[in-house]
C-alpha cells in the first residue's frame, strides 16, 4: 500500500526541521518540553474552533494553531535524534500527545456546532483507530505503519484548509459549514484507511 499523501514531503521539510532543531537546542529546549508545547497549541486550537461558528474569524486563528502544533511536532522528533537521546519514553510520550492533539482540534470543530455531535465522534474513532494500527504494526515487529488514504499530516492539512475556506464563506452549505463538511470528510476517509490498514497489516502477518 502506498505510503500516506503528504509522508512524501518528509525528507523536504527535514532539513529545515533540522536546522531549527539544533537552535532550539543550543536554547535549552527538551524534546519532551517541545512535545508539552505542541499540545498546547492543539488545545489553543481547539477552543478557536469551538468559538468559530460565533466569529468566524477565529478559525483562521485556529489554522494558526494547528501549524504551530504540527511544527513542534515534527520539532521535538528531530531534537531526540540530533541529541542521540530518542528514546521508548519519548515516543510513547509523542504519540500520548498527538492523539490528545487530534481530540483537542477535531472535538473542538464539532463540540462547536459545525456539525452534527454523532457524525463527530464517527470521525473521531476513526482517526484514532487509525492511528493505533499504526503504532500497533510497530508493536506486532512490522514496522511503523503509514499507510493508507488519511494520515495525520494529510487530515492536518485538510483541516487547515477547511478553516480557510470556512472563514472565507461561513454560511452553511446543505446544513453543515465547510469546517462541519471536513469532519464529515475525515468520518469516512478515516475509517477507509482504518480498513486499508487493517488488510495490510494482516497481510503481513
Same mark, same amino acid.
Given at each position: 500500500?502506498?505510503?500516506?499523501? &503528504?509522508?512524501?514531503?518528509?525528507?523536504?521539510?527535514?532539513?529545515?526541521?533540522?536546522?531549527?532543531? %539544533?537552535?532550539?537546542?543550543?536554547?535549552?529546549?527538551?524534546?519532551?518540553?517541545?512535545?508539552?508545547?505542541?499540545?498546547?497549541?492543539?488545545?489553543?486550537?481547539?477552543? @478557536?474552533?469551538?468559538?468559530? &461558528?460565533?466569529?468566524?474569524?477565529? @478559525?483562521?486563528?485556529?489554522?494558526?494553531?494547528?501549524?504551530?502544533?504540527?511544527?513542534?511536532?515534527?520539532?521535538?522528533?528531530?531534537?531526540?535524534?540530533?541529541?542521540?537521546? @530518542?528514546?521508548? %519514553?519519548g515516543d510513547f510520550l509523542d504519540h500520548v500527545?498527538?492523539?490528545?492533539?487530534?481530540?483537542?482540534?477535531?472535538?473542538?470543530?464539532?463540540?462547536?456546532?459545525?456539525?452534527?455531535?454523532?457524525?463527530?465522534?464517527?470521525?473521531?474513532?476513526?482517526? &484514532?483507530?487509525?492511528?493505533?494500527?499504526?503504532?500497533?504494526?510497530?508493536?506486532?515487529?512490522?514496522?511503523?505503519?503509514?499507510?493508507?488514504?488519511?494520515?495525520?499530516?494529510?487530515?492536518?492539512?485538510?483541516?487547515?484548509?477547511?478553516?480557510?475556506?470556512?472563514?472565507?464563506y461561513a454560511q452553511p452549505l446543505a446544513g453543515?459549514?465547510?469546517?462541519?463538511?471536513?469532519?464529515?470528510?475525515?468520518?469516512?476517509?478515516?475509517?477507509?484507511? @482504518?480498513?486499508?490498514?487493517?488488510?495490510?497489516?494482516?497481510? %503481513?502477518?
Open positions: 500500500m502506498a505510503p500516506m499523501t &503528504l509522508e512524501k514531503f518528509r525528507p523536504i521539510t527535514a532539513t529545515y526541521v533540522e536546522s531549527i532543531a %539544533k537552535k532550539a537546542i543550543s536554547a535549552g529546549f527538551t524534546p519532551n518540553y517541545v512535545s508539552l508545547i505542541s499540545l498546547i497549541f492543539s488545545m489553543l486550537a481547539g477552543v @478557536a474552533f469551538y468559538y468559530s &461558528l460565533e466569529v468566524a474569524l477565529y @478559525a483562521f486563528v485556529g489554522v494558526i494553531f494547528v501549524a504551530l502544533n504540527s511544527f513542534f511536532d515534527a520539532l521535538d522528533g528531530s531534537m531526540a535524534r540530533y541529541m542521540g537521546n @530518542a528514546s521508548k %519514553k500527545i498527538d492523539r490528545y492533539a487530534d481530540m483537542f482540534i477535531i472535538g473542538g470543530i464539532f463540540f462547536g456546532g459545525h456539525v452534527d455531535w454523532e457524525i463527530g465522534v464517527i470521525a473521531l474513532v476513526g482517526v &484514532l483507530l487509525t492511528s493505533y494500527l499504526g503504532t500497533q504494526a510497530q508493536a506486532l515487529g512490522i514496522g511503523r505503519f503509514y499507510g493508507g488514504l488519511m494520515g495525520r499530516a494529510d487530515r492536518l492539512v485538510l483541516i487547515m484548509v477547511a478553516a480557510v475556506a470556512y472563514v472565507i453543515y459549514t465547510i469546517l462541519g463538511w471536513c469532519v464529515v470528510i475525515l468520518a469516512f476517509t478515516s475509517h477507509i484507511t @482504518a480498513l486499508q490498514r487493517i488488510y495490510s497489516v494482516w497481510n %503481513k502477518l
